[in-house]
């Protein structure tokens, strides 16, 4: 092509094109510019081997400094000509489309690629690991505004304050990247789980929001999704969904048995602890599949512990291994036992099979009951009660998990993010006792059910940092949706800078921003192709509000917007 090119510029750009595919990545990159180069085409291999989906980069301002600061000191390279190669390449990473079908694309909406590449954080000494290139791929994030990658930020207590804001101020933007995660609760989640210190503080983000061990791991970290909610239709109706003479659950006992909040947990925990059995049965069918059929020789080249042990990732060649299962619905679960505890058990207002024979008509002929139960206490307020039990849910989930080990040797561990799964399952389950009607979606990932969030942002925040992070070694998503005026100006990024802080101080995870004109949105979605590039954060992935189908499009108008942010 070089040869052929009548612009010199264009062609002396071919030329260098041409000389780093012919060195790299057969031999170790030279430059800045072959690092990259390398990076995309083993990363295009992974993909065309394995699911073509989820493949992290990394820890990119980590692995890639070394090239750009020796090519920066031997004149080499300049920042401006490093930040035209780094949005060239992630420009090519939205090469990469994710087909699935039209079902399910209900639960994996929007050409789910999730290629997170994560900066920002410590080292596996524990000390800040923020650099030149990590400011550069800021700004990358900054100009770019494209789906993918899914860019991530880590920030840790003692982060620079500089860093953080402009992590904050890219966020701000709304173009959906960086997400914003806190070292220290992902850290302790991993250590708690058994992985040793050094290597908890040198995750790197995959997907959505899950955090592994690049190169040294093979974690499964979406390997099912799960849904909570029907587990508590099941504890209060024997086993068996609303209307149904089938028993897919286990056997707890009739409602008329249910005396107490107690007893209704107890049941709750039954169901999931049999339900997650029924799907790690179905779910070791597929690992023993994929390691007997579908295994992986280049990722596995590439997995420190692989050669040395001469076993694929698949049967467990990687130094670490464990699979992550999603457990979807948190807060209507948390809003059904809320109600139940207080309209059933406390007020007394009404009875278990009252609620139970209007669930089954989906509150048809209810109204009032209906209301009772949907002023009850709801996750996202700040309230003891939900929240109390968001918390005891995610513990139950967990528990069950840890109870068995997948095919790898490794352990089973919860994440509570959703892709577009709250939309999908919400769909298809009944009414619940949160006053929810059949077929409308769950609360998406980590946050509370739409529209139940009454006294504001800060009040979200507190809800969910009152569950235990380090129960989710397989991470959360948290959304938070502002309209633009509101974050606008130094006031604006002042403030979300704080919310931020205060949020992982309180021990959040993570967070993430969507930053939109809602009059725009409900534009897009009335007449598609009219705004073409509005990326959105769906669960803990960036999409194209065009490619979503049309219920996950409604469902992100449908979020709250915070229009009114806390006084400073």
Same mark, same amino acid.
């Given at each position: 092509?070089?040869?052929?090119?009548?612009?010199?510029?264009?062609?002396?750009?071919?030329?260098?094109?041409?000389?780093?595919?012919?060195?790299?990545?057969?031999?170790?990159?030279?430059? $800045?510019?072959?690092?990259? +180069?390398?990076?995309? =085409?083993?990363?295009? *291999?992974?993909?065309? @081997?394995?699911?073509?989906?989820?493949?992290?980069?990394?820890?990119?301002?980590?692995?890639?400094?070394?090239?750009?600061?020796?090519?920066?000191?031997?004149?080499?390279?300049?920042?401006?000509?490093?930040?035209?190669?780094? =949005?060239?390449?992630?420009?090519?990473?939205? @090469?990469?489309?994710?087909?699935?079908? @039209?079902?399910?694309?209900?639960?994996?909406?929007?050409?789910?690629?999730?290629?997170?590449?994560?900066?920002?954080?410590?080292?596996?000494?524990?000390?800040?690991?923020?650099?030149?290139? *990590?400011?550069?791929?800021?700004?990358?994030?900054?100009?770019?505004?494209?789906?993918?990658?899914?860019?991530?930020?880590?920030?840790?207590?003692?982060?620079?304050?500089?860093?953080?804001?402009?992590?904050?101020?890219?966020?701000?933007?709304?173009?959906?990247?960086?997400?914003?995660?806190?070292?220290?609760?992902?850290?302790?989640?991993?250590?708690?789980?058994?992985?040793?210190?050094?290597?908890?503080?040198?995750?790197?983000?995959?997907?959505?929001?899950?955090?592994? $061990?690049?190169?040294?791991?093979? $974690?499964?970290?979406?390997?099912?999704?799960?849904?909570?909610?029907?587990?508590?239709?099941?504890?209060?109706?024997?086993?068996?969904? =609303?209307?149904?003479?089938?028993?897919?659950?286990?056997?707890?006992?009739?409602?008329?048995?249910?005396?107490?909040?107690?007893?209704?947990?107890?049941?709750?925990?039954?169901?999931?602890?049999?339900?997650?059995?029924?799907?790690?049965?179905? =779910?070791?069918?597929?690992?023993?599949?994929?390691?007997?059929?579908?295994?992986?020789? $280049?990722? !596995?080249?590439?997995?420190?512990?692989?050669?040395?042990?001469?076993?694929?990732?698949?049967?467990?060649?990687?130094?670490?291994? !464990?699979?992550?299962?999603?457990?979807?619905?948190?807060?209507?679960?948390?809003?059904?036992?809320?109600?139940?505890?207080?309209?059933?058990?406390?007020?007394?207002?009404?009875?278990?099979?009252?609620?139970?024979?209007?669930?089954? /008509?989906?509150?048809?002929?209810?109204?009032?009951?209906?209301?009772?139960? !949907?002023?009850?206490?709801?996750?996202?307020?700040?309230?003891?009660?939900?929240? +109390?039990?968001?918390?005891?849910?995610?513990?139950?989930?967990?528990?069950?998990?840890?109870?068995?080990?997948?095919?790898?040797?490794?352990?089973? /561990?919860?994440?509570?993010?959703?892709?577009?799964?709250?939309?999908?399952?919400?769909? #298809?389950?009944?009414?619940?006792?949160?006053?929810?009607?059949?077929?409308?979606?769950?609360?998406?990932?980590?946050?509370?059910?739409?529209?139940?969030?009454? #006294?504001?942002?800060?009040?979200?925040?507190?809800?969910?940092?009152?569950?235990?992070?380090?129960?989710?070694?397989?991470?959360?998503?948290?959304?938070?949706?502002?309209?633009?005026?509101?974050?606008?100006?130094?006031?604006?990024?002042?403030?979300? *800078?704080?919310?931020? #802080?205060?949020?992982?101080?309180?021990?959040?995870?993570?967070?993430?921003?969507?930053?939109?004109?809602?009059?725009?949105?409900?534009?897009?979605?009335?007449?598609?192709?009219?705004?073409?590039?509005?990326?959105?954060?769906?669960?803990?992935?960036?999409?194209?509000?065009?490619?979503?189908?049309?219920?996950?499009?409604?469902?992100?108008?449908?979020?709250?917007?915070?229009?009114?942010?806390?006084?400073?």
């Amino acid at each position: 092509m070089a040869a052929r090119e009548k612009d010199l510029n264009r062609a002396a750009e071919l030329k260098i094109i041409a000389d780093a595919c012919r060195h790299v990545p057969l031999n170790p990159a030279r430059t $800045f510019h072959e690092a990259l +180069q390398s990076l995309w =085409l083993t990363h295009m *291999t992974v993909c065309l @081997e394995g699911l073509n989906s989820a493949v992290s980069f990394g820890r990119v301002d980590q692995y890639l400094y070394p090239y750009y600061r020796n090519d920066i000191a031997a004149g080499a390279l300049t920042p401006e000509k490093a930040f035209d190669l780094m =949005l060239c390449f992630s420009a090519k990473t939205t @090469e990469h489309v994710f087909l699935v079908s @039209e079902r399910t694309s209900q639960y994996h909406g929007g050409f789910l690629v999730a290629q997170a590449a994560t900066v920002g954080g410590m080292d596996k000494d524990g000390k800040d690991a923020v650099n030149d290139l *990590t400011y550069l791929f800021l700004d990358v994030m900054a100009a770019a505004r494209l789906r993918d990658p899914n860019y991530m930020a880590r920030i840790h207590a003692g982060a620079p304050e500089a860093y953080v804001r402009r992590a904050v101020d890219v966020a701000r933007m709304g173009n959906g990247v960086p997400g914003l995660f806190n070292d220290e609760p992902i850290i302790a989640a991993l250590t708690r789980h058994g992985f040793p210190l050094e290597e908890a503080r040198d995750y790197g983000v995959v997907g959505c929001v899950e955090p592994s $061990f690049p190169g040294r791991s093979f $974690f499964s970290t979406d390997a099912a999704l799960f849904n909570l909610p029907l587990c508590l239709i099941l504890a209060i109706n024997q086993g068996k969904r =609303l209307n149904s003479r089938s028993r897919i659950g286990s056997e707890t006992p009739h409602y008329s048995a249910l005396k107490s909040m107690d007893d209704v947990m107890a049941a709750f925990a039954t169901q999931v602890n049999h339900m997650v059995g029924r799907m790690i049965g179905d =779910l070791q069918i597929l690992e023993k599949g994929n390691r007997d059929h579908h295994p992986t020789p $280049f990722s !596995s080249m590439l997995i420190d512990g692989c050669v040395e042990s001469g076993r694929d990732v698949t049967a467990g060649g990687a130094r670490y291994n !464990s699979s992550g299962i999603q457990g979807v619905g948190v807060a209507d679960t948390a809003d059904s036992l809320a109600a139940l505890h207080d309209i059933v058990f406390e007020k007394r207002k009404y009875t278990l099979d009252q609620v139970l024979a209007a669930m089954q /008509v989906d509150f048809t002929g209810h109204d009032k009951l209906h209301a009772a139960l !949907s002023n009850a206490p709801k996750f996202g307020n700040d309230l003891d009660l939900p929240d +109390q039990y968001a918390a005891r849910a995610a513990e139950i989930f967990h528990d069950a998990l840890a109870r068995h080990r997948n095919t790898r040797s490794g352990n089973y /561990v919860p994440g509570f993010y959703s892709s577009t799964c709250h939309v999908g399952f919400g769909n #298809r389950t009944e009414a619940l006792p949160s006053g929810r009607r059949a077929g409308e979606p769950f609360a998406a990932s980590l946050g509370c059910a739409n529209g139940r969030d009454r #006294r504001g942002v800060t009040a979200l925040l507190n809800s969910v940092a009152k569950i235990d992070a380090t129960l989710a070694m397989n991470g959360y998503a948290l959304n938070l949706r502002f309209d633009k005026s509101t974050l606008a100006g130094e006031k604006g990024l002042r403030v979300m *800078t704080a919310l931020t #802080r205060g949020f992982f101080q309180s021990g959040g995870m993570e967070m993430q921003l969507n930053v939109v004109d809602p009059a725009i949105l409900q534009e897009a979605r009335d007449h598609p192709g009219r705004h073409p590039g509005i990326v959105v954060r769906v669960a803990g992935y960036c999409a194209y509000f065009d490619d979503l189908p049309d219920t996950v499009k409604q469902e992100i108008i449908n979020r709250t917007s915070y229009s009114a942010m806390p006084s400073d």
